[in-house]
């Protein structure tokens, strides 16, 4: 069966880091584009970052040059380090992975950037 478990979030003052992992179970990580979303509250969920294939990476406007997105498949894991934290960085965050014809979610985790 397969899982997404995200971990690492928290409250944050601003300016701050923080580093999200998400830990793929079942699933083979290594043929999927591994993406980190964010909805925040009466928002639409969006795209954060994502890496297709080694290392090719694609990041939205707003977190460019602050945000980060890395894997490991032979761990099973994508991790997105987050620096210079705004508080418009408070968010839910998910883990997807993506194939062709099929895409698995996360449940999430609370990232709140506030002093």
């Known amino acids: 069966q397969a899982q997404l478990v995200e971990s690492g979030g928290g409250l944050v003052q601003p300016g701050g880091s923080l580093r999200l992992s998400c830990a793929a179970s079942?699933?083979?990580?290594?043929?999927?584009?591994m993406g980190w979303y964010r909805q925040a509250p009466g928002k639409q969920r969006e795209l954060v970052a994502q890496?297709?294939?080694?290392?090719?990476?694609n990041y939205a406007d707003s977190v460019k040059g602050r945000f980060t997105i890395s894997r490991d498949n032979a761990k099973n894991t994508v991790c997105l380090q987050m620096n210079s934290l705004k508080p418009e960085d408070t968010a839910v965050y998910y883990c997807?992975?993506?194939?062709?014809?099929?895409?698995?979610w996360g449940q999430g985790t609370q990232v709140t950037v506030s002093s």
């Open positions: 890496i297709i294939g080694e290392s090719m990476t």
């Open positions: 079942g699933i083979a990580m290594d043929s999927a584009t």
């Open positions: 997807r992975a993506q194939y062709i014809i099929s895409n698995y």
